[in-house]
């Protein structure tokens, strides 16, 4: 029999959910997979017809006000800072060290998360995000090549999840007002819940894509862009460092107005530039960046979590 794994995720149809999905999709010749929201974890973990627990993020069940006592074994996602320490830069607390511990293993997407907690906790795996590049691929007619002196720059998230450390209406909406020739387009999430189709078009209708975070573990954004041929703008958040080769398949930016109007109008003069950026992003995805690839660095994580849970 394969190992039964049981995955809550937080919400339908959001980003959890997708990663959760793409990877059991790949890994379910090895697993057997059951998936919960939040709002039936107690009833589904209450039945202990599993081998192992999946919490996809580390504040998941405190924030959905949700109490169980969680059997062992069972592991935990830490996807980004805002949750242990506000997107401050400050250590983790001695409470939130404590809950981690409380998890048999732990896994981040990111070389910043790793590098974090690799001392904190004895199992921490690097598991970066994917994406799909059947789904989010370019346009078919050929990619949006706006002319010169001209850009439509995209902006993709929440604009509630982490208030004030997204930078999209202190940094971003500033920075680009006064820019001639440069579209701003917004995907929020309170705006209207986009399906993975309709981000597709989104995507597929930018000159470039912009992450102006603090706080991000991903973010989605800059891998659906980049496999649609959207060269990206970002700070040094999450797993950018790691996706983008500055001024090869996209922009590593300071934190800054001064910094997000200079790398935007950089790709709003130079079409030449956008155009190769483009071809490079795709290209990056391919090779590297796919839930083909990325879902099997989950692998290490679910058997280590299994493994101890045979030794109870």
């Known amino acids: 029999m394969k190992p ?3 995955v809550i995720v937080d919400v339908p149809g959001w980003a959890l959910e997708r990663t959760a999905d793409n990877v059991m999709q790949r890994l ?6 059951s998936k919960a929201f939040n709002s039936t974890a107690v009833e589904t973990v209450s039945r202990r017809d599993y081998d192992l627990v999946y919490i996809c993020y580390e504040r998941q069940f405190q924030d959905a006000g949700i109490g169980v006592e969680l059997p062992r074994p069972s592991v935990i996602g830490v996807r980004c800072h805002s949750k242990w320490d506000g997107g401050c830069g400050l250590p983790p607390s001695r409470e939130f060290l404590q809950h981690l511990n409380s998890f048999d293993a732990l896994h981040v997407p990111s070389r910043l998360l790793q590098g974090i907690f690799a001392p904190l906790h004895p199992a921490v795996f690097y598991t970066p995000h994917g994406v799909d590049e059947t789904v989010f691929a370019p346009r078919p007619a050929g990619r949006l090549s706006s002319p010169r ?5 995209g902006w993709a998230g929440s604009r509630t999840n982490h208030p004030a450390k997204r930078g999209l209406d202190d940094l971003l909406i500033p920075a680009v007002k006064a820019l001639p020739g440069v579209e701003l387009r917004i995907a929020a999430r309170e705006d209207r819940w986009r399906t993975q189709a309709e981000m597709v078009k989104f995507y597929q209708g930018l000159d470039a894509c912009i992450c102006t975070s603090r706080v991000e573990g991903g973010p989605h954004s800059l891998l659906e862009a980049s496999a649609c041929a959207v060269p990206v703008i970002s700070t040094r958040v999450g797993i950018a460092p790691e996706l983008i080769c500055h001024g090869s398949n996209g922009l590593l930016i300071d934190r800054s107005i001064e910094a997000i109007r200079e790398a935007v109008t950089q790709l709003r003069d130079r079409p ?3 155009a190769a950026m483009a071809a490079h992003a795709r290209k990056a995805v391919e090779q590297a960046w796919t839930w083909d690839k990325q879902a099997l660095k989950y692998i290490p994580f679910f058997d280590y979590a ?7």
């Open 4 to 6: 039964r794994i049981l």
């Open 28 to 33: 379910s010749g090895r697993y057997d997979f």
């Open 149 to 153: 002196g001209s850009l439509v720059l």
């Open 272 to 274: 030449d530039l956008r």
């Open 306 to 312: 299994l493994a101890q849970g045979h030794g109870r």
